[in-house]
C-alpha cells in the first residue's frame, strides 16, 4: 500500500522537474505574440494620449478663441475704439449718427450748444470684499446740463465694445426735453481706464461699479439729489442694458427709480449660444470651452458672473419702474431675453412697460439690434421722456 502511494507522488515530482528544465524553449516560442500585444497595447496609448492632447488642444484653442471674440474689449484697436480716430468730431454738439441710427438720415439730431455739457471724469465705485476684484478704474463721462438745480437726471450706459458718443442720439432726445444726462465710457471702452489685467467686457459684474461712480459723482456735486429717491433714472443699451440692470438692483432703489433698457443682454448665456448658433458652431462645445478658459482667465465666473444681471433679477423691489424696448427680429440680443425677464419682473410686482415691435417685415438696421430710435424716432423720444417723466421728479 505505502509503495503504491510513493510511485505516483514521484512521477508528480519528476513531471514537475521536467517542466523546469524545458523554459528556454518554450520561452522562445511564446515571446512574439507577447511582444506584438505589448507593441500594440503602446501604439495604442500613444494614439490614445495623441488624441486626447490633439483634442485638448483644440478645445483650448477654441476656448481662447471664443474666450477673446465674446469679451475682449480694447479702445485701442480702431473698431472696438468706437469714434477713436474722429472722436472730437464726435461730441454733443457736433454728432455723426450713432450706429444703429446711422441707416436713418432723417433721424432728429439735437445739437447741444457748448456751455451744455462737458467732459467730466471720476472714479468707479469700489467697496472691497464685494467683487470689484479691479482697482478702482478712472471713466471719462459726457455730461449735459440741462437745469441741474430742478430737472432730474439719467445716467446712460454704451453696449459692448461702444461708448458714451454711441448714445447721442439717444440722450439729445432727453436733454432737448429737459433731462440732466451722464452718459460714461465704461472700464476697457472709449476714454474711460483699461485694466492691464483684464481687459474685458464682463456684462455688468465689473461695470457697474463704474456706473455706480458716475451715481457717486452726481450724488456729491449735486447734494439736492440724495434728497428723494425719484431724482435719477438709468438708461442702458445691450450690455449696457445688462449693467443697467445688475446697476439697478444693487442700488435697491435708495437712488435710482426708473430704468429704460434697449435690447438688454440679460440672459447672458442665452444670448452668447444664439449667437454662435447665428455663426454656425456647435454652441455647446463652445460655450463649454470659453468656460473652461473663463476659470483660467478671469475671476468673474462663466456665467452666471458674482453680479449677473439674470440672478439679479430677483432682487429688484416691487413698485419699481422699469421699460423694455426690444425688436422681433433682433439677431444680437433676442427678445426673448426682454420676454423672459419683463414677465419675471412682473410677477414680481415690479412696474414694468413694453415696447416690443412685432413687424418682421420691417427693415432692419444692424441686426435689428438697439435700432428702433433709427425706425421710429419720433415714437422712441415721445415714450422715452413720458416715461422718465412720470417715474422722476422735476421741481416747479
Ligand atoms: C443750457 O444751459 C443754460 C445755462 O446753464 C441753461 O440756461 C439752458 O436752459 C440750457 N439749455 C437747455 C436746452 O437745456
Ligand atoms: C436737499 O438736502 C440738502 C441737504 O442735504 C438741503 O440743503 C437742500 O435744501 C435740500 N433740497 C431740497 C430741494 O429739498
Ligand atoms: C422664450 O421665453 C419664453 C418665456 O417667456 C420661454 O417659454 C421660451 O422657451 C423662450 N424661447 C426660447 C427660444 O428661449
Ligand atoms: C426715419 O426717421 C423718420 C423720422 O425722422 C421716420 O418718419 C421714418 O419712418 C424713418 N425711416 C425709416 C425707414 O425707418
Ligand atoms: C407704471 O409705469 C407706467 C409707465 O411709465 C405708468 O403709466 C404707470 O402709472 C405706472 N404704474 C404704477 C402703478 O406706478
Known amino acids: ?5 510513493d510511485i505516483p507522488l514521484q512521477d508528480h515530482t519528476n513531471g514537475k522537474f521536467d517542466a523546469i528544465e524545458t523554459p528556454k ?8 505574440p507577447i511582444v506584438l500585444a505589448v507593441v500594440l497595447i503602446i501604439s495604442i496609448l500613444v494614439f490614445i494620449i495623441a488624441f486626447i ?4 488642444a483644440i478645445y483650448g484653442g477654441i476656448g481662447v478663441y471664443g474666450f477673446n471674440t465674446i469679451y475682449a474689449a480694447n479702445p485701442s484697436v480702431e473698431g472696438q475704439g468706437c469714434y477713436n480716430l474722429n472722436r472730437a468730431a464726435n461730441n454733443p454738439s457736433n454728432y455723426r449718427p450713432s450706429y444703429c441710427g446711422s441707416v436713418n438720415s432723417s433721424i432728429p439730431r439735437y445739437f447741444l450748444p457748448q456751455s451744455n455739457w462737458s467732459y467730466v471724469t471720476f472714479q468707479s465705485r469700489t467697496i472691497k470684499d464685494e467683487g470689484a476684484v479691479d482697482p478702482s478704474m478712472r471713466i471719462k463721462a459726457i455730461l449735459m446740463l440741462s437745469n441741474p438745480d430742478k430737472d432730474p437726471f439719467v445716467i446712460a450706459v454704451h453696449g459692448i465694445r461702444s461708448c458714451k458718443e454711441s448714445v447721442i442720439d439717444n440722450i439729445a432726445m432727453l436733454w432737448k426735453n429737459g433731462f440732466n444726462v451722464l452718459a460714461l465710457d465704461l472700464r476697457n471702452h472709449g476714454e ?10 464682463s456684462f455688468g459684474n465689473q461695470e457697474h461699479w463704474d456706473v455706480l461712480g458716475g451715481l457717486d459723482y452726481l450724488l456729491a456735486n449735486y447734494p439736492r439729489l440724495s434728497n428723494s429717491s425719484k431724482n435719477i433714472g438709468i438708461f442702458g443699451e445691450s450690455m449696457g442694458g445688462s449693467t443697467a440692470t445688475v446697476t439697478f438692483a444693487v442700488d435697491g432703489g435708495v437712488n435710482l427709480n426708473a430704468a429704460w433698457l434697449d435690447a438688454p443682454a440679460i440672459y447672458i448665456r442665452d444670448t452668447l449660444y444664439a449667437n454662435i448658433v447665428m455663426y454656425g458652431f456647435d454652441p455647446n462645445y463652445v460655450l463649454s470651452s470659453v468656460c473652461s478658459r473663463s476659470k483660467i482667465a478671469w475671476p468673474y465666473g462663466c456665467p452666471p458672473f458674482r453680479y449677473d444681471p439674470e440672478t439679479l433679477l430677483s432682487t429688484i423691489k416691487p413698485g419699481r419702474h422699469v421699460y423694455f424696448v426690444s425688436k422681433t427680429n433682433d439677431k444680437i440680443v433676442p427678445i426673448n431675453n426682454s420676454y423672459r425677464a419683463s414677465e419675471k419682473l412682473i410677477k414680481q410686482g415690479v412696474n414694468v412697460t413694453t415696447w416690443f415691435d412685432i413687424d418682421l417685415n420691417q427693415p432692419s438696421y444692424c441686426g435689428s439690434h438697439c435700432d428702433m430710435i433709427g425706425f421710429k424716432p419720433d415714437q422712441y423720444e415721445q415714450r422715452m421722456v413720458s416715461f422718465f417723466n412720470d417715474h ?3 421741481l416747479p
Open 192 to 201: 474711460s481706464e483699461v485694466s492691464s489685467k483684464y481687459p474685458y467686457a
Open 25 to 32: 524553449s518554450v520561452k522562445r516560442v511564446v515571446n512574439w
Open 53 to 56: 492632447t490633439v483634442f485638448f
Open 392 to 394: 422722476l421728479v422735476r
Open 1 to 5: 500500500m505505502s509503495t503504491s502511494v
